[in-house]
């Protein structure tokens, strides 16, 4: 298809994957963040609306993890800068929650089917 052709579709889906936005040692690759942006924004300029889907909230994406819940809980998800992100259903109880935090390959913390974003 040609870029005019794509660019008259008014909605596009930007599905990204932490293993996308990560380096193998778990750092953020900030450079390939730049660059999806950057590709986004150019989209975005073009008249074409953006309406993000939820994945999965996944232990490596976690940095910490407050209050008392158990599994199958209706839980806030909370930006580092404290906004408010949305809600979801957690997986496993705190105690588990607090052992997986910020760790690769594991169970999501939140699935995509049980959360919802703001």
Sequence with gaps: METQEKLK?????????SNVLTCIDGTLDTE??????????KLFHADALMQPKA????????ESVE???????????VAPSGGNIGVGRVTMPVEKA???????????????????LE
């Design 32 to 41: 390939r963040m730049s660059l999806l942006v950057d590709q986004i924004a």
């Design 98 to 116: 607090c052992q997986v935090i910020g760790k690769r390959g594991l169970k999501a913390l939140i699935h995509y089917d049980y959360m919802y």
């Design 55 to 62: 994945t999965s909230l996944l232990p490596i994406g976690v």
């Design 67 to 77: 209050g008392n819940f158990e599994k199958d809980d209706i839980v806030q998800i």
């Design 9 to 17: 579709y008014k909605r596009i889906v930007v599905k990204i994957g």
